[in-house]
């Protein structure tokens, strides 16, 4: 089952938790199934449905522009970081 | 040190494609530009920080003669208060805007307010005068700290702080915080023998553009518009005219011409919307150029900031904590690169207990923008001038230390993820096995620092079309602005799949209607990213020319192989056809030959570079003057030596810059005093010795040849390593930068 790391500023949302198995396939579904764990999680995550252009999605450790649609490993490690964009810079974070 | 693979052409050093046009004045760069009926465009900027504008009166030059147009945010569509994707990155529509032009409040001195178009540049700048404004000036906030308390004057007053994920209902100048955490940060001070908290301050710089900001555009009748101009990415030019323009991309097509300089400074936009609002007015082309004032108080520098580090440690030298706070001045708007300075500040050690927190403030000063590795300087000096005094609190030696507690593959990065195969710990090996670093340092007020930076670099997309010559060249055609010779970077990537020498290869870079998607020249991605596209066109030419020597042979697709520029047979017939050949019979095959690729590959691969400095102290006049430089990088794999140390280089003399000069100075009132490169003082050839690159090479898994970015990394360690020096020289810890010789001066108690 793929693990999510939950970012530091949004584990009021997770109990506090650090990172939590979320069962999925694909990036929709772990979202999806995060949000029914923790409500208000996809909110912080994404804008509407697409991740929030604002937000960076790390599988494994590499920076990936992933959409919804993408698939998710059994094994994969989710993060959820600010996105460095082309120079480094974007808008203000949320977390 | 590396797992060498043997090239042709990969590794070697030919004479860049684009460099006899270079040297012989022949390029045309963005103020060359010419078109028929040109008008030429000035922009009014605020004379204050901070104001309420109460009014603008055009009319008085509008009437001025050789005036065709004066253009305000009344021109602009009106904008959203939402965020817009840019394809780099998101951002606040009505920010974006109103950084164009002012709408309601001027944030920062140079500001645009109003722009005329004119016959020539000489009556536009006249008409300027003629802009009739009323202010209601407002007290300016122009550092960091002061702008986060909570009595500061406010920018914004519908900002407030994103923080927890929730947004508070005060007004502030903080727009967001943001953390990272990891480990248990109490119970890892609670095991350190020794502990060194210090603050830090950094001031404003700017990337130092040699060219300054310039843009043409002109709308064809049929409402079709295009912009020549100056640019380190023509397709983001493009997303940002049609966001703050309200114009389909359909019918925006952006032409960059060659580019001196942008480190960051030239992917957002400035008077590039401006021209086009003097184009649509006046229905004639228009050509708007900033002079060096208008750049460094128009554009963005990147930000100020006040960091406090805090490091444990065992007296074994194990780090078992680290702690910090950056506070980063995102100038008049939010976004400053503060998420990326969080991620990179303990990056080079594996820290099991970490906790981060970053600021996004908003100071009276012009909109950051991104600069070489953006965050990552600011934030590294704080970190590794720490690290060097935990080393010598604990007697050990400063490379050693690093060593202990380096970065590894496998390791888990203070922010979350693991590392996949880095090269820390081999560009710290290549600085203590350096002769520099074993050779003697010890006369009076000299002294020698050591600093290590990262920097993540970044994929993004790329696109790469290769149209086969029936000669055997190639003509490549790409998206990617050449900054610092990535046209040879790119070429050298095809011509080495392909067997041909990077001479038969010509790159050509297109406007936004002549190729696919490509992402910006910058984040370290330029060959790295295109150069993977390069790569994949190039197979691509590959597969299709063995369908030829197939249908040439006679013989089935499967049964031909290509090796060393070089097709043959594999059934036995012992058919063999160079490329060269085989492309001069492309049209007796079925015609020509093109490739093409698109790329968003995800394995950028981080880099790690670790830079030696020796310094002389002058006590009397507070002058430092660098006496030797070394700066060991991992690059992946060096696709073209000589850029790649070129990269080095000017990153480190950047960094040697922000480290000892630059500065934005400003008075009370808000004004920069110092906004030309006389005061503004960069460093030249006459203030430094030649700067030692030593080629690290680590190959990235994610990409065919194992290339890193390089651009960026070199500049954060210079200011780290240079105060480090400073304090093996006199005795001093400096914690502000630049460390000018007035500041050391009065460190030493002078003045």
């Known amino acids: 089952m793929p693990i999510v790391a939950i970012p530091a500023l949004i584990r009021n949302l997770t109990d506090g938790e650090e990172s939590v198995p979320v069962e999925g396939s694909t990036i929709r579904e772990v979202i999806n199934n995060l949000e029914n764990q923790y409500p208000g999680t996809k909110d912080k995550l994404c804008d509407g449905d697409r991740i929030h252009p604002s937000i960076g999605v790390y599988i494994n450790g590499v920076l990936t522009r992933v959409a919804m649609h993408d698939s998710v490993d059994s094994d994969a490690e989710l993060h959820f970081l600010p996105a460095i964009s082309g120079g480094g810079q974007g808008a203000s974070y949320q977390f | 040190m590396s797992e060498k693979k043997e090239y042709k052409v990969i590794g070697t050093r030919p004479i860049r494609h684009d460099g006899v046009d270079k040297v012989t004045g022949r390029a045309i760069y963005g103020a060359d ?23 603008i009166d055009t009319s008085r030059a509008e009437a001025h003669p050789g005036v065709k147009g004066v253009v305000t945010a009344q021109d602009l569509p009106t904008a959203e208060d939402k965020m817009a994707d840019l394809g780099e990155g998101a951002v606040n529509l009505k920010y974006l805007c109103d950084n164009i032009f002012a709408s309601d409040k001027a944030l920062y001195k140079g500001h645009a307010i109003a722009a005329v178009a004119a016959t020539n540049p000489h009556i536009a700048e006249e008409a300027c005068e003629l802009i009739d404004v009323e202010y209601e000036v407002l007290p300016p906030v122009l550092e960091v700290r002061q702008a986060m308390e909570p009595d500061a004057p406010i920018l914004h007053e519908n900002l407030t702080t994103s923080s927890l994920g929730d947004t508070e209902d005060k007004p502030t100048n903080i727009a967001s915080h943001l953390q990272h955490k990891k480990g248990d940060i109490d119970k890892g001070f609670d095991e350190a023998e020794v502990v060194i908290e210090r603050d830090f301050v950094t001031g404003t710089v700017h990337q130092g553009y040699i060219e300054p900001h310039n843009a043409t555009a002109h709308y064809n009748q049929d409402g079709q518009l295009t912009v ?15 966001e703050i323009l309200q114009y389909p ?18 992917i957002n936009v400035y008077i590039k919307p401006v021209a086009a609002l003097l184009a649509k007015k006046t229905g004639k082309p228009v050509k708007v150029l900033m002079n060096r004032a208008d750049v460094f108080e128009g554009t963005g520098p990147t930000p100020a900031s006040y960091i406090t580090i805090k490091i444990g440690a065992k007296k074994d030298g194990k780090i078992t904590a680290a702690q910090t706070s950056l506070a980063f001045e995102a100038g008049a708007y939010p976004g400053s690169p503060v998420g990326a300075g969080a991620m990179c500040v303990f990056a ?21 923008a991104p600069y070489r590795a953006p965050g990552a300087t600011n934030a590294a000096f704080g970190t590794e001038t720490v690290v060097d005094e935990l080393a010598e609190e604990l007697n050990i030696d400063p490379l050693e230390l690093r060593l202990m507690n380096g970065a590894k593959e496998g390791d888990r990065r203070p922010d979350g993820p693991v590392y996949p195969r880095i090269g820390f710990i081999e560009t710290l090996e290549a600085a203590k096995e350096h002769p520099h670093y074993t050779s003697a340092n010890g006369k009076k007020y000299h002294g020698r620092g050591i600093a290590s930076g990262f920097w993540f670099n970044i994929g993004l997309e790329s696109s790469v079309t290769i149209n086969v010559n029936p000669d055997g060249t190639i003509n490549l055609v790409e998206g990617s602005t050449d900054i610092g010779g990535t046209r040879a970077s790119i070429a050298m990537q095809a011509a080495e799949v392909l067997g041909i020498p990077a001479e038969s290869v010509n790159p050509t870079v297109v406007d936004t209607n002549s190729i696919g998607y490509t992402a910006v020249t910058g984040g370290s991605r330029t060959t790295y990213a295109t150069g993977y596209a390069a790569y994949e066109a190039a197979q691509d030419v590959v597969k299709q020319m063995k369908a030829r020597a197939a249908k040439l042979w006679e013989v089935d697709e499967d049964n031909v ?53 020796d310094v002389e102290v002058d006590v009397d006049t507070g002058k430092v003057e660098i006496l030797r430089y070394t700066a060991t990088q991992d690059a992946g794999k060096a696709i073209h030596p000589s850029y790649v140390e070129g990269q080095i280089q000017g990153g480190v003399v950047q960094g040697i810059g922000w480290a000892l000069n630059e500065e934005y100075i400003y008075n009370d009132e808000g004004t920069m005093t110092n906004a030309s490169f006389l005061d ?54 400096m914690t502000e930068l630049p460390m000018s010789p007035d500041r050391l001066l009065k460190a030493m108690g002078k003045i």
């Open chain 2, 249 to 266: 991309v359909s019918k925006i097509k952006v032409v960059p011409l060659e580019i001196g300089g942008g480190f960051g400074g030239k």
């Open chain 2, 680 to 733: 503004y003082r960069m460093p030249t050839c006459l203030d430094l010795p030649m700067i030692d690159a030593v080629i690290v090479e680590v190959p990235n898994p994610g990409h065919p040849y194992g290339v890193r970015g390089v651009g960026e990394v070199p500049i954060v360690p210079p200011p780290a390593a240079i105060a480090n020096a400073i304090y093996d020289a006199i005795g001093i810890r």
């Open chain 2, 228 to 242: 020549w101009c100056s640019t380190q990415g023509a397709f983001t030019v493009r997303e940002q005219l049609a």
């Open chain 2, 348 to 368: 080079p050690y594996n820290i099991e207990n970490v906790l981060i927190d970053g600021y996004d403030v908003v100071v009276n000063k012009p909109k950051s």
């Open chain 2, 561 to 613: 192989q290509f090796a060393d520029g070089e097709f043959s047979s594999i059934n036995g017939k012992e058919e063999q056809i160079s490329f060269r050949d085989l492309s001069a019979k492309l049209s007796q095959t079925g015609g020509p030959v093109v490739g093409r690729a698109t790329m968003n590959p995800a394995g950028a691969g981080g880099a790690f570079a670790t830079h030696v400095v």
């Open chain 2, 33 to 55: 530009f010419q078109i028929t009926g040109l008008l030429h465009g000035r922009v009014l900027r605020s004379p204050h920080a901070h104001a309420r504008i109460v009014s």
